[in-house]
């Protein structure tokens, strides 16, 4: 993390150095821009209250000391996301490029555990209906019903700030690696019981790490580009979230 830190503060202290000493004003990628992207999310996520199970070993008869590990894999889910960024890149003579972004946008993907962590379908949202002396008809909020231990994680709103290094192969062509931090809103329910019933506690959370990746950009005319990314974010021991996007930028 603080590589990162001062890796990004590089980034925008030579921006402006850059930009008036050597940056190339015919390109297409020089300057600041706008998008807009849509993206494909996989959460992998572990419930909490499941206690972390240790990754079995293996030992080989010819050296005691050597075993092989296996990953222990999170449980995953698929959901949409949309994105709205800006964003300011300078390019170095005619082959490299180094730029910040900012963005903010939403995820979907909600997922949920039972006790022993496996996946399972979405609960079923019960109808609490509130009586008045108005009216005995009036329908109440809907709220998720969980059994005792189950665990629920439904993604919202991201925000991120981010910066980027790249290579030209051509004018209009630019592949590149990026790196920063990313928060994300959340809503987390865990299921429990009360006087031998069970109750939904939803609390809201705002997940946040390190967000790494990489992408490919195409200048299709000196002020609309189009781009493909992946990217992969830690937001903690028990999330993680992987992001394949499209996207369009509109530089000025």
Known sequence: MKSFTIFTAACVLAL????????????PFNGPFV?????????????????AKTPPTTTTPASKKKTKKTKTKFPHEQGMGGRIFAGYDVVLGDSFLIGVEAGIGTSSGAMTLDANGKKKKAPKKTKKKTKTAASKKKKGKKELALAAGEYRLDPGLTYDATARIGFLPSPNFLVYGRGGYRWLQTKQSVGSMKDNKPVTTTTKVTEKGFTYGGGAEFAVSENFRLRAEFNRTNFSKNFKQNKFSVGATVSF
């Open 16 to 27: 402006p150095v850059a930009a008036a000493a050597q940056s190339n004003d015919k390109s």
């Open 35 to 51: 998008g807009i992207e849509g993206s494909l999310d996989a959460n992998q996520a572990r419930n909490p209250k499941t206690p």
